[in-house]
Nanobody
């Protein structure tokens, strides 16, 4: 059973930066898709960024110029570099991975951006 462990959330002022990490343990198969989602209070979970095993990336419209997703396949780890953070980026950020026709989610890490 694969397990995802996130780290890097916290409190930051508007305009600041944070880097999230998510490491997968227990997988012996290549991880096809790694991604980040977020959910703000009272809102639905939304996609933030996605990276395929070959390195192609997709971003949500409000994130593409400020966030960068990357992955280290040797470490089964995905990163999210978030710059120029805004109060509206405040949310719980969830790591997601798709491997062997199964979905895996992390427990979530809180990101709070103060104005």
């Amino acid at each position: 059973q694969m397990r995802l462990v996130e780290s890097g959330g916290g409190l930051v002022q508007a305009g600041g930066s944070l880097r999230l990490s998510c490491a997968a343990s227990g997988s012996i198969l290549p991880i096809n898709v790694m991604a980040w989602y977020r959910q703000a209070p009272g809102k639905q979970r939304e996609p933030v960024a996605l990276i395929y095993i070959g390195g192609n990336t997709l971003y949500g419209d409000s994130m593409k110029d400020r966030f960068t997703i990357s992955r280290d396949n040797a470490k089964n780890t995905v990163y999210l570099q978030m710059n120029s953070l805004k109060p509206e980026d405040t949310a719980v950020y969830y790591c997601y991975m798709y491997v062997n026709f199964r979905d895996y989610w992390g427990q979530g890490t809180q990101v709070t951006v103060s104005s």
